[in-house]
């Protein structure tokens, strides 16, 4: 079953801007998807249009085979979303504000209580369950909008870069989080900047840029189109003055950094051989890029060019 | 059709407003209390006693209903317009959005909550004036159907200038240039038969007229207009705006991209 069908989605704005040009989209239930693209590419109105915060110009929007503008409160019954900004009353109580959301979903208060207080244990917000949302910090704040949208045990979670702007100890304690409620059943949506962040974590992919669907498949047979991948090489010793690494390409960054583009064909064996032959130690080596950062930027310029 | 899930929705947002208001009573419900207490000195016992009787009245007992009908008015249109205008600027507005609430629902809510405050601060109202004056209700069914139909028409009023209002500004232009000149010109502290015929007619285009002088009829048993006239036009205003915010939600005007 498809927890998401878009057809031929457009939106024009009033001032003439075409923020989506007849797009197609489908996730299937029970997947972790990301949808990526540059800031302006279109990714926050496709959400603004499947949660309801934005109206269509033309195309349908189905969630769980339910048509969003036949019986919209069943479609929107299915979704939980965590958004770009914040967006809740800053005067409300930290656990007012999950029963209130829940109460929206016409779940009583008896039955939200319980379920606020055991995503407020698993969000770590127990502490500030009186509190006034606005005390929260930021990375309080966006746990709390993550409590809020699965308050109501959502089938479809859209994530809006819920990590922006998060330390890296609370972004790999959310991916974890995330995961775990992805293995529970949970469709997941996700947008964001940080690609390392939809590499680790997404099945399926869907990259959008001005407007349109530029790509739409697999995270690994979309990994597996990267014919070529850099390296940052940081050396034992400097360079000598006659180094020279035959058939690849390289460039000295500093006497004893050196970046390296290999060929996915040619492998790291011969890189490590020529090194080796020159006498050359390497104390470590990492990616220069992340591997979808790479493949995205490549698509991105692609359709820039094509455009 | 209304079912459980709806009920609850429904529930859940008059709740949130009413704990909205009752947070900041010393906005909402002291401030009130204290201007009406002021117009009781001032007006009831300081110039009223020079006046002398009104419609039979004393000038305490005739200008009491209008007292209490205008604060009820004002705060139950202020309410829905400064709780939807803040959800607007806040963005917290999405949370009903994105949720599955139908229109109708939400405009219920916010006309409720704003009805919720309208009738409390008018509960307040009374309790001051009953320490300047005997109140004694004539009609009981009229008081109480005019009040709750005149602070359902003035939240509709506040919904609707919320849904436009692009600034905290938009959303006291109306109550101060429209709303409270309406208000003192309503028969508040007169009956309209003071006045020239020309400018007695021109006073029936007051709704608040209406509604103060029903109100008035309610608990004095003295009206200067029909009380089948006031109820009459109080519904079709209602029935008018009630369809005109649906219809804006329906839209996304202002709340909506």
Same mark, same amino acid.
């Given at each position: 079953?498809?927890a ?7 939106k024009t ?14 996730? $299937? ?5 990301a ?22 110009t ?11 503008d ?20 800053g ?11 829940a ?9 939200a ?7 407020l ?7 500030? *369950?009186?509190t ?27 994530l809006d $870069? ?8 609370? *972004? ?16 997941i ?18 990259i ?7 790509e ?9 189109r ?9 050396l ?16 000295q ?9 290999l ?5 790291l064996?011969?890189l ?18 992340? *591997? ?7 698509l ?8 | ?8 929705a429904?529930?859940?947002l008059l709740t ?16 009130p209390?204290i201007?009406?207490?002021? !117009? ?13 009787a009104?419609?039979?009245?004393? !000038?305490?007992e ?11 008015i ?20 999405e ?6 609430i ?22 307040i ?16 069914w ?5 009040i709750?139909?005149?602070?359902m028409?003035f939240?509709?009023?506040?919904f ?17 240039f429209i709303l ?9 502290? !007169? ?18 007229? !209406? ?16 009380i ?30």
């Open positions: 079953m498809k998401l069908s878009i057809h031929n989605l457009t704005y009033r001032n003439g801007l075409k923020a989506l040009k007849d797009i197609t989209l489908e996730v $299937e239930q029970g997947d972790f998807f949808l990526l693209g540059p800031n302006g590419a279109g990714k926050s109105t496709t959400i603004g249009v499947i949660t309801s915060l934005v109206t269509k033309a195309g349908t929007v189905k969630i769980f085979d339910t048509d969003l036949k019986d919209p409160e069943q479609a929107k019954a299915y979704l939980g979303l965590v958004p770009q900004e914040f967006n809740f009353n005067f409300e109580q930290v656990k007012h504000i999950l029963v209130t959301q109460g929206y979903y016409g779940i009583s208060a008896t039955e209580e319980p379920r606020a207080d055991e995503l244990h698993q969000l770590k917000l127990w502490d500030k *369950r009186n006034p949302a606005r005390a929260l910090s930021g990375g309080m704040k966006r746990r709390l909008m993550i409590a809020r949208a699965l308050v109501h045990k959502p089938q479809l979670l859209i $870069e819920p990590t922006a702007g998060v330390d890296i100890e609370l *972004r790999r304690s959310m991916w974890t989080f995330l995961q775990e409620i992805n293995a529970q059943g949970t469709t949506i996700l947008t964001t900047h940080y690609l390392e962040e939809a590499e680790n974590l997404c099945r399926n992919i869907a959008i840029d001005r407007g349109n669907i530029i739409n498949t697999d995270m690994k047979s979309l990994l597996n990267l014919d070529k991948e850099t390296f940052v090489l940081d034992k010793s400097p360079l000598p003055a006659n180094f020279s690494l035959s058939g690849i390409q390289y460039q960054i500093d006497q004893s950094t050196i970046e390296v583009e060929k996915r064909e040619d492998g064996n011969a490590f051989a020529s090194l080796s032959d020159s006498g050359i130690e390497v104390c470590s080596m990492k990616n220069k890029a992340n *591997r979808l950062e790479e493949l995205f930027l490549t991105v310029e692609k359709a820039e060019v094509t455009s | 059709m209304i079912n459980s899930r709806h009920w609850i429904f529930r859940t949130r407003e009413i704990r909205r208001f009752i947070r900041i009573w010393p906005q909402t419900l002291l401030p209390a201007t009406m207490t002021l !117009y009781f000195i001032i007006f009831g016992n300081l110039i009223g006693s020079r006046i002398g009104m419609g039979g009245f004393s !000038y305490m005739y200008i009491a209903p209008g007292i209490i009908m205008m604060s009820v004002n705060n139950a249109y202020t309410n829905v317009a400064s709780s939807l205008f803040s959800a607007k600027f806040q963005s917290h507005i949370e009903l959005i994105v949720a599955p139908p229109n109708y629902l939400i405009l219920a809510g916010y006309v409720a909550g704003g009805m919720a405050r309208g009738l409390c601060v008018g509960f109202v009374t309790i001051v004036s009953l320490f300047f004056t005997d109140l004694e209700i004539q009609h009981l009229v008081t109480i159907s005019m709750i139909l005149s602070s028409m939240a509709l009023g506040g609707i200038n919320a849904i436009y209002a692009r600034s905290f500004d938009e959303i006291s232009i109306i109550p101060t409270t000149p309406l208000t003192y010109l309503g028969g508040v502290f !007169y009956s309209i038969s003071l006045l020239p015929e020309f400018w007695q007619n021109v006073s029936l285009l007051n709704p608040i007229l !209406y509604m103060v002088n029903a109100f008035r009829f309610g608990m004095l048993g003295v009206s200067d207009i029909p089948t006239t006031a109820f009459s036009i109080i519904l079709v205003c209602i029935v008018g705006l009630t369809s005109f915010a649906l219809y804006l939600l329906n839209k996304g005007t202002g709340i909506r991209n």
